[in-house]
Structure formats: structure tokens, C-alpha cells
């Protein structure tokens, strides 16, 4: 197919466009000031709340699928410009919602739509009123409605993890804190936030295949989860990423990294998306190894590692 | 017209629909619970979320004109209860959308959409690209996409004051406590939170008035403010309801009464909707003196007096 990515030097955006080329789709992908080494996928640099310039790059395409991707993501810092949250992932999504009619639209919207959701009506299914609690989660909700009247494909992402997260998740900053003690560039004290929350984990690679998959097969004006069906704490998982890197270090609570409502579960039910024909191929180790390394990689300077400087 | 108002049992529905049948229309309304007391009004029981029902009364009323004022409405209160404002105000009115599909909808939004402005960019346009800053002003620039889409007018209101207003509001809440304080029901101390922040006053009749040349004349598919194009400080206007009253009171600053974001000016171009005709007949002073008449008819007991009790 000829794809569309919206925000393709993004942590998912940019293995997904690897993925797809490698399927043998043809791929074009927007960016946003920092152009991505990709090769074999046409790059734009569009901002999403330039129409017209994100017309004319639809008309040069003209893509089958868009997946768009692009957006600003991060729950914490959402609270703090609820404007530019606003501007980008509602206004800037109408845009690409007008600019793309015509082809198979897909959207990344997150699981933090779900906001509070009781223990014992977990995993969470699709058919669940959502009951945003930020900012952040406003802004996802707002857009789905209207990529959902359009007939578009939404997809609700758990926590995505592996190599290329932006440093500003909780997990890759723990990594590059672990680096920098390995490297002598901090003291042994590692800086965490909220660590009682609990999260579905899903890496990355197989996060790309569910979006080819919904790509080619989702059905549209519906919603699917992506995630892995289990839940780690943070606690737990930072345990682990600790263990794998061998570093001894203390552990200490920074009121700044604390957020100002932090849902206590998300785990999905990914049946929906089972059913189309979904698997994982890798696991929570998998993807704190792949972390881990590229994080290790990227501080010692080794070339062509991806980051998503977005946040 | 046949006119259907959703949340006729609030402060501006129920004064715009006795508005509207004494100007001859025929009025149908809806409500939550507290039914109002409205003589010539078809008034229905109506939850905004239940689609079914919302959809067998557009269908019973076959309104040419919908004037939709329900939602929930209290900035403050938005940030603890994201999630209702979320479904309310954005599902609700996707609901509202597409059952009045065929006949002229008018939504109530607010300024608050436009969050901060500098000094110098105000009077405050309604080509402005919006920047809510509340979980509030949220839910309503992600209803105004909607909205628009869909060919309707939004009302952009800035600070309808007058009679029957809510007492969870701040004008409202000092003119009871003033009450309070003349009946030596409180000590004579206010207890006040901002009262930097500048605002542009409309009395509700002049408002009610707009909503009605909206109703008729405006254009489908755009934004019309309703303000006074005048803005005095919080500090001012409580200065002059304080005389009104004729009440002696020390006033004291209440943290419990700080928002977590306040907008510091507020300020109306009104031109769009004057072009039409709009004028005002009222100023500060009579919707002041409006205001404190009925808290103190309320709190004597005077029967028939209306306030609205959504917040």
C-alpha cells in the first residue's frame, strides 16, 4: 500500500516506517523540524496546523492508508500547556482529517482515555465509556470522536516500550540515569516519581505490527486497543531494568516527577485485536533489553541510533 | 420559530425561554431532574447521555432551531472532574448534534476558549485560534469543533450576570453572603478569591436577547462572542455590589476559592454579533442590582423565584 506517516521521526513513527518499507509497502512520512534517518520513505516537514502546506503534501502522496502519529504525547507535561496540547492533537488532527479524506485514516490515541477504571472491570474492553482525567487525555478523546465520525481508525495504546522512546518517559529517563551512574556522569542515586502504578507493557516492535494490521484489516469507525493483556508496576519494572543493567544504585522520590493525577491501572483487553490475528513476539525483558541497550549505545556515542526527540 | 433549548432549567434557558414565547415562538425545553417552573414551555426530562431519549424528544418537539445550553459549567470544578465535564460537554453534545440534524443548532461556549491573551491583542476577536487552559475550556473548544463541522453557530458567552445565577459562581456566592451577613445569619466577613482577574459583563437579558438574534439571523458554521466589550475587575464590581447592598464587611482572601489557572483579562469584540443588530439595554449596574434583588427575595422566601442549580 502507499502510506502516509504522520510524525514518522517519532519513537513509534520511525519504526514503523522501517517496518512497512520492509513489508514492501511504499511510505512517505511527515516530520517536524528534525528530519529522521530513513531511508527508502520520502520525508516532509509539515506542521500539522499548517492546512495548507498538509494539503499539498496529501495531494503529492496520495496515500491509501495514513497513520498518523504525530501529535504531543506526554501525560505530565500536558498540564502545564494544555494549549499547545489543544492545537496539535485536536486542531492539528481535524486538519489531517480533512486533508486525508478519501484514504484509510489511523490514528495512535491512548489508553489514559479510560482514566479511573475499578480493579475488577480490568482488562479494559473497547466498549468502555471513556473518562479522560488530563489534559492530555482530553485532547485524545476529543480527537477520537471526530477521526471515529469520519470513519477513521482509532488505537488505543497501552505503554509502548523499547528502544527510542523520547528521555522524557519514565522509563527511558530511568535508563539514561542508570548509564550516567554507569559512566561515573551521576552519583548512585536514581530519581524516580509515582512507582505504584501499573502499567500494560507492550514493545515496540510489536506495537508496529498491530498498526500494519489494523492498517490493512482494522475496521473502520472503531476502536482497538494495543496492549499486552499484562501488567507490570513501575516499581517491578524499573527492578528488572535495574537487574539487567547491574548498576548499584539508591532510589530516590522526586516530588517533581510526580504527576498531578496518576491513574493506579491500565491493562488491556486486547481481544479485538487478537482476533484479527495480533501476536507478540516479544516480552517485557525484551523490550527493557532493547532499552537498555540502545541507551547504553546512544551515550557512548555509537552512530544511527534513533531517539524521538519529541515528548 | 418551533425552538427547542436543552437546559432550560439553568440561568440562561430559563430566562431565554420565557424570552422566547413572549416574542411568540413556540418553546420546548429539557432538563436534568430539577423541573422548572415555565408556563407555556413543553418541558422534558432529558439526560443528555441517553441518546435514545434525546432522540424520541427532537423528534416529538421537530424544533427548527435548537438553542443548546446544557453542559456542565463551573471552570473551577473542571479540574476535579474532568472526566464528567469530559462526557457532558463533548459526548452529550455529539449526541445533541446528531439528533437535531436538520434543524439551525446554537451552542453555548465561552470565552475561557481563548485562554491568555495579552493586553494589547484584546478586545478579543472571534478569528482568534483558541488555547483553553482548563479542563473546562477543553471540553468546550473540542464541542465547538464539533459544532462547527456540523453547520451550527457557537456563542462564545464571556460573563453572564444577572438574576437566578447559580451561587456557586462568584458574584452570586457574594451576593448571598451579603445577604448572610444583612440577616446576621454569617459574621461580617466576605470571603473572596481572586479579584484581579478582569471580566467583560453581559446582563442575562441582554444575552438571552442575543441568543435570540443568533437564533434567527446568524450565520451557520461560525463563532459569534457575546460580551459587553467592557471589562472591570472582580475587585471593582464586588465594590459596587458591596454599596448596593449597603452591608459593612471586612473581606477576607479564601485559598479554597483560587482556581488553579485564572485568565487575567477577558475582554469582548462584540462586532460580529452588533452587526446584526445587538444592542444592550442593560449595564453592570442593573445586573448588580438584579442580582442582589432575588438573592435577597430568596433568602426572605419570596415564592417563584428562580435559581438555577447547575454549577
Not at 18 to 25: D, E, I, N, R
Not at 245 to 258: C, K, M, N, Y
Request: proline share 5%.
Amino acid at each position: 500500500m502507499r502510506v502516509l506517516i504522520t510524525g514518522v521521526s517519532g519513537f513509534v513513527g520511525f519504526r514503523l516506517a522501517k517496518f512497512l518499507v520492509s513489508q514492501g509497502h511504499q511510505v512517505a512520512g511527515t516530520f517536524l523540524r528534525d528530519r529522521p534517518l530513513l531511508d527508502d520513505v520520502e520525508l516532509f516537514d509539515v506542521d500539522l496546523l499548517d492546512v495548507n502546506l498538509l494539503v499539498e503534501t496529501v495531494c503529492r502522496v496520495e496515500p491509501e492508508a495514513v497513520v498518523h502519529l504525530a501529535g504531543l504525547s506526554h501525560v505530565g507535561e500536558s498540564w502545564s500547556r494544555p494549549a499547545d496540547y489543544f492545537r496539535v492533537n485536536v486542531l492539528g488532527s481535524e486538519n489531517l482529517v480533512r486533508a486525508a479524506s478519501g484514504a484509510r485514516l489511523l490514528v495512535a490515541s491512548s489508553a489514559e482515555v479510560y482514566g479511573f477504571v475499578p480493579e475488577d472491570e480490568q482488562p479494559i474492553s473497547e466498549a468502555r465509556i471513556v473518562a479522560p482525567q488530563s489534559p492530555y487525555s482530553l485532547t485524545k478523546a476529543a480527537m477520537e470522536r471526530m477521526v471515529l465520525a469520519a470513519g477513521g481508525l482509532v488505537v488505543r495504546s497501552f505503554n509502548i516500550l523499547g528502544p527510542g522512546q523520547a528521555q522524557s518517559f519514565a522509563l527511558p529517563a530511568f535508563a539514561r540515569q542508570l548509564v550516567a551512574i554507569t559512566r561515573n556522569e551521576q552519583q548512585a542515586v536514581l530519581k524516580v516519581g509515582n512507582l505504584t502504578a501499573r502499567r500494560d507493557f507492550v514493545h515496540v516492535d510489536d506495537a508496529v505490527g498491530g498498526f500494519e494490521l489494523l492498517m490493512r484489516e482494522g475496521e473502520p469507525g472503531s476502536c482497538y486497543n494495543l496492549g499486552s493483556g499484562t501488567a507490570f508496576s513501575i516499581q517491578e519494572t524499573l527492578g528488572h531494568l535495574i537487574r539487567l543493567s547491574g548498576v548499584v544504585t539508591e532510589i530516590e522520590e522526586d516530588p517533581a516527577r510526580f504527576r498531578p493525577v496518576d491513574v493506579p491501572l491500565l491493562l488491556a483487553d486486547n481481544g479485538r485485536l487478537a482476533a484479527l490475528g495480533w501476536t507478540m513476539e516479544k516480552d517485557l525483558n525484551d523490550a527493557l533489553q532493547d532499552l537498555w541497550q540502545s541507551t547504553v549505545a546512544l551515550a557512548a556515542g555509537v552512530p544511527g541510533i534513533h531517539i524521538s526527540t519529541s515528548v
